[in-house]
């Protein structure tokens, strides 16, 4: 089975509703800051459109207790925002965003190095991928 987990206990009623019948998943309300799970549990973490809306410093302890939960050699992926540089001419639509949507920690995220910060985690980061103004981030964590 999977574990789906959001703050929002409206999104994980709404999630229970809408998936129950496709897919075995136990959804829970919880923190990402202390995720509810058992060190080295998990195959895999995923993250949607989170990181950019997080301060830095939670940034970091959410992927490092993603790192922490996932088994040696378990993969973190995220999805979220390009970042400045990845597809240079979007960069000048990536400064712009934040004042355009009211998003307080986005200019941080385009700025963000997460191989260095998975690398601290324990995490080894492997690809990105862009997809128009999107990117998946894939890490691993180390044996």
Do not use: W
């Not at 998990?42 to 959410?62: G, K, N, Y």
């Not at 992926?77 to 307080?104: A, I, K, T």
């Not at 980061?125 to 128009?132: D, K």
Request: proline letters at 6%.
């Amino acid at each position: 089975p999977a574990l789906g987990l959001d703050l929002s206990d409206a999104y994980i009623r709404h999630a229970r509703r809408h998936l129950r019948r496709r897919m075995r998943l136990n959804l829970i309300v919880a923190n990402a800051e202390a995720i509810p799970l058992h060190a080295a549990s998990m195959d895999a973490v995923t993250s949607i459109f989170m990181m950019h809306e997080l301060p830095p410093a939670v940034r970091r302890t959410v992927i490092g207790e993603a790192a922490r939960v996932l088994k040696p050699g378990g993969r973190l992926v995220l999805l979220d925002s390009l970042q400045r540089g990845d597809v240079p001419d979007y960069d000048g639509l990536l400064e712009r965003f934040p004042q355009n949507y009211h998003e307080p920690y986005y200019k941080s995220y385009v700025g963000e190095d997460f191989s260095s910060l998975a690398a601290g985690c324990g995490l080894l980061h492997r690809r990105n991928v862009t997809a128009f103004v999107s990117k998946v981030m894939v890490f691993d964590k180390q044996n």
